[in-house]
T-cell receptor
Framework: KAGVTQTPRYLIKTRGQQVTLSCSPI?????VSWYQQTPGQGLQFLFE???????NKGNFPGRFSGRQFSNSRSEMNVSTLELGDSALYLC??????????????FGPGTRLTVT | GENVEQHPSTLSVQEGDSAVIKCTYS??????FPWYKQELGKRPQLIID?????GEKKDQRIAVTLNKTAKHFSLHITETQPEDSAVYFC??????????FGTGTRLTVIP
């Protein structure tokens, strides 16, 4: 099976702009989680989507949002970009049958640089 | 929310020696504990995980132990090889797909 894919891989934006990142999970996986990775804060959970519904949300401002489509592909959006949003954004997909925590497999990430 | 602490932040071992990385968690409701390996410029890769109903799990040279009472879990790598050099992250979850990660351990295996 193909792994988790993310597009684009690299992105440079200016403060105040918005950005949309895309994630395609492993075929058959219905849960997609998003994480932000920075040298200072490490890996932090943003949100999780399952069956097109946001099921869990981390402690990030409302500028960070996401959605999931019927084919399980997910997008995350960051509006009014700030310099501190520069990070590697990772998505992870999980095969889930009956709730609980399952193995999460990460995509290669999107490296976002805000100038 | 959950708080995961990881030690040490850096670890250097001679090739063939063992490496141990330790993590503690704060939320007694956490019941899933994965470990990820991240090489420079690459995605985190799941290497082993353990659930709260198990005390130890092994996969070839890698093992993880869990002490629920003390709320800590550890990664053990035996017979280390240069290709084991990477950053290792522990994580904890309380039954949902939202992982709380430790701050990472940079492991260097010296040939």
């Amino acid at each position: 099976k193909a792994g988790v894919t993310q597009t684009p891989r690299y992105l440079i934006k200016t403060r105040g702009q918005q950005v949309t990142l895309s994630c395609s999970p492993i075929s058959g996986h219905r849960s997609v989680s998003w994480y932000q990775q920075t040298p200072g804060q490490g890996l932090q959970f943003l949100f999780e989507y399952f069956s097109e519904t946001q099921r869990n949300k981390g402690n990030f401002p409302g500028r960070f949002s996401g959605r999931q489509f019927s084919n399980s592909r997910s997008e995350m959006n960051v509006s009014t970009l700030e310099l501190g949003d520069s990070a590697l954004y990772l998505c992870a997909s999980s095969l889930e049958a009956a709730g609980g925590a399952y193995e999460q497999y990460f995509g290669p990430g999107t490296r976002l640089t805000v100038t | 929310g959950e708080n995961v602490e990881q030690h040490p932040s850096t670890l250097s071992v001679q090739e063939g020696d063992s490496a141990v990385i330790k993590c503690t968690y704060s939320d007694s409701a956490s019941n899933y504990f994965p470990w990820y390996k991240q090489e420079l410029g690459k995605r985190p890769q799941l290497i082993i995980d353990i659930r709260s109903n198990v005390g130890e799990k092994k996969d070839q040279r890698i093992a993880v132990t869990l002490n629920k009472t003390a709320k800590h879990f550890s990664l053990h790598i035996t017979e280390t090889q240069p290709e084991d050099s990477a950053v290792y992250f522990c994580a904890a979850s309380g039954g949902a797909n939202n992982l709380f990660f430790g701050t990472g351990t940079r492991l260097t295996v010296i040939p």
